[in-house]
């Protein structure tokens, strides 16, 4: 059965580099990763995509090894209004389309 | 334009009550969605709605119906409310039911029941 973990909680400067691991290690070749960000009183917000090796887009880059059982959100240069809670996302091809949230990890940026 | 729309943003009501939710979105998607965001922050599929048909039903309680009256809107009915039935619940929606597709969320509806 199909799980995410991710950490529950981490802290970071302003300027820093932060890098979220997710763990999924039950999951098939077609099942795509997702990361989402939500601040608070808002609903998620799509932030990057991706089923192997890497992505990268304007705000993140997603990186995925070959055996697929984490990937990685990095974050490059986080700023005050980077604070939020980052989930990783499963969507299981192979079971339907279901779809697997991790907990959430709440990231702090700190001055 | 709100992408994806919720009402009410919040609701109080007591135990055993039936309530509903309402959500749509205007973005021409074909999939929509429902979750539920507990106290910690947990987030959990209850249902998804492919062009108005039923798609994926979590383990939810019977006392939870969704209804889809077209493919912009779908709805949330709550019978005899529970204490643990309070939570965030948000609606969602995305181009098409396959999983490379990202999901637009609205901004949630906050359930209290007392």
């Known amino acids: 059965l199909a799980k995410t973990t991710q950490p529950i909680s981490m802290d970071s400067y302003e300027g820093q580099e932060v890098n979220i691991t997710c763990s999924h290690n039950n999951i098939a070749t077609n099942d795509y990763i997702t990361w989402y960000q939500q601040f608070p009183s808002q609903g998620p917000r799509f932030i990057i995509q991706?089923?192997?090796t890497k992505v990268t887009n304007e705000v993140a880059s997603l990186f995925i090894p070959a055996d697929r059982k984490s990937s990685t959100l990095s974050l490059p240069r986080v700023s005050l209004s980077d604070t939020a809670v980052y989930y990783c996302?499963?969507?299981?091809?192979?079971?339907?389309?279901?779809?697997?949230f991790g907990q959430g990890t709440e990231l702090s940026v700190k001055p | 334009d709100t992408a994806v729309s919720q009402t009410p943003k919040y609701l109080v009501t007591q135990m055993g009550n039936d309530k509903s939710i309402k959500c749509e979105q205007n973005?021409?998607?074909?999939?929509m969605y429902w979750y539920k965001q507990d106290s910690k922050k947990f987030l959990k599929i209850m249902f998804s709605?492919?062009?108005?048909?039923?798609?994926i039903n979590e383990t939810v309680p019977n006392r939870f119906s969704p209804k889809s009256p077209d493919k912009a809107h779908l709805n949330l009915h709550i019978n005899s409310l529970e204490l643990g039935d309070s939570a965030v619940y948000f609606c969602?929606?995305?181009?098409?039911?396959?999983?490379?597709?990202?999901?637009?969320f609205g901004p949630g509806t906050r359930l209290t029941v007392t």
């Open positions: 969602a929606s995305s181009q098409a039911s396959q999983a490379a597709y990202e999901q637009y």
């Open positions: 996302l499963v969507s299981l091809y192979n079971q339907g389309g279901k779809l697997i």
């Open positions: 709605y492919n062009n108005k048909e039923l798609i």
């Open positions: 991706g089923y192997k």
């Open positions: 973005l021409g998607h074909d999939t």
